[in-house]
């Protein structure tokens, strides 16, 4: 059994295969997922797992060089837009319509029970050299 890290084997798979720029989603519950984008389903019940805690498990995981939010976040979830700027330095913000689009890119979308306005986030890969 694996000892530390990400221990849902979806989630470790997708890291373990993804390359440099490669994106997947943090999504909250309510985010369309594109036809053909892999869903990895975490979602228990409303809230749970939360955005951040899911957010925080993939940052010890995953070498992350870019993020996109959707611009709306900054008014309508001031709090979870704060927590993204924290901990990240190279953000991109685009229009939500802009950022659903960008999902259909990505290897995988992480649905989260997180249900609070554009509690979503594009990660995108960096190199660990």
Do not use: W
Request: hydrophobic share 45%; charged share 25%; with cysteine.
């Amino acid at each position: 059994m694996k000892k530390q890290g990400i221990l849902n084997s979806h989630i470790a798979e997708v890291l373990a295969n993804m390359g440099h720029t490669d994106t997947i989603v943090i999504a909250d519950c309510g985010l369309p997922i594109p036809e053909g984008v892999k869903r990895i389903d975490l979602a228990l019940k409303i809230g749970s797992p939360g955005f951040k805690e899911t957010l925080e498990a993939i940052i010890e995981d995953m070498a992350i060089e870019e993020v996109t939010i959707a611009e709306e976040i900054f008014e309508k979830n001031p709090g979870t837009a704060a927590l993204i700027e924290n901990r990240f330095e190279k953000i991109e913000a685009v229009p939500h319509e802009e950022f659903k689009v960008k999902t259909a890119k990505a290897k995988a979308v992480i649905r989260t029970g997180e249900a609070t306005p554009y509690a979503n986030i594009i990660l995108h890969s960096g190199v660990i050299f």
